[in-house]
Nanobody, 126 residues
């Protein structure tokens, strides 16, 4: 069973950057497809980015070109580099993992993920 711990959130001005990290405990991190989601107050949790076991990234349309997801299996960590941040990026960001035998599998829906972190707050001021 994977346990996920996010870090790196904080307060940043519009146009700035943040790098989120998600450290996973438990064996076989390389067997998990990983994702980032976010949830703003009063809104549903939404997909941000995902990365397959093989390292193929996928992005939501509203972050494509600004955010970069990556993974380092050697240290059991997935990252989300966020550049050109906007006030509408303000949310709690969650890391998620799903166990899969398909190295190219990725997922963009909440029910497709089995494990979740506790979330980290990102606030972008205008």
């Amino acid at each position: 069973q994977a346990q996920l711990v996010e870090s790196g959130g904080g307060l940043v001005q519009a146009g700035g950057s943040l790098r989120l990290s998600c450290a996973a405990s438990g064996p076989t991190f390389s067997m998990y497809a990983m994702g980032w989601f976010r949830q703003a107050p009063g809104k549903a949790r939404e997909f941000v980015a995902a990365i397959s076991r093989s390292g193929i990234p996928r992005y939501a349309g509203n972050v494509k070109g600004r955010f970069t997801i990556s993974r380092d299996n050697a240290v059991n960590t997935v990252y989300l580099q966020m550049d050109s941040l906007k006030p509408e990026d303000t949310a709690v960001y969650y890391c998620a993992a799903t166990l899969t035998t398909n190295v190219h599998y990725w997922a963009s829906n909440v029910p497709e993920y089995d494990y979740w972190g506790q979330g980290t707050q990102v606030t972008v001021s205008s």
